[in-house]
């Protein structure tokens, strides 16, 4: 008895596209929603995989992240737990592992001693450099079928998306 062949990728978005259509749904705006959300569930799974090798969790690395974007200015656990949609206790535990690891520092505000402030440490910069430069190559084979020309055209459609979520 023969095996069924395995669906792609290709052939589950087709078929996703479809059911939508069929639904009643704009057949243009479900390729396109249809295709950035199964994108971003492949490249979150890619992700998750990464960051389990560095044995970090999403939610340090949602800290990590926040810090590197700050070009080293600090941040108080408060806002790091604002900012990455946390308790504020939740925050206090994760930055003790963190620290513990010597991927953050904790320190005294100067402005305001009641307040701790909080840096991205030499060894957690390197953390998030190296993550970022193992997923640019996984994030570049991604856009390779794309000429360069259609990689600008794309990115700058994207952004005009995002703009339009503000």
Not at 33 to 61: C, F, H, M, P
Not at 80 to 102: E, K, N, Y
Request: proline share 2%; glycine share 4%.
């Amino acid at each position: 008895m023969a095996r069924a062949k395995r669906k792609t990728l290709t052939d589950e978005y087709r078929e996703a596209v479809a059911s939508y259509v069929a639904a009643g749904a704009d057949e243009q705006v479900q390729r396109v929603i249809t295709a950035v959300g199964r994108l971003s569930k492949r490249l979150d799974q890619w992700y998750d995989n990464q960051l389990a090798d560095l044995n970090v969790s999403s939610g340090e690395w949602a800290v990590l992240s926040e810090l590197a974007r700050r070009n080293g200015d600090a941040m108080t656990p408060s806002q790091l737990a604002a900012a990455t949609d946390v308790a504020p206790s939740s925050m206090t535990h994760r930055l003790d592992g963190l620290v513990q690891r010597g991927l953050v520092h904790r320190e005294a505000d100067p402005d305001n001693r009641t307040r701790v402030l909080v840096r991205l440490s030499d060894e957690g910069w390197e953390l998030f450099a190296a993550a970022i430069r193992e997923a640019n190559v996984v994030e570049s084979d991604v856009v390779a079928p794309l000429t360069d020309s259609q990689t600008r055209e794309l990115a700058s459609l994207l952004e005009k998306l995002i703009e339009g979520l503000d």
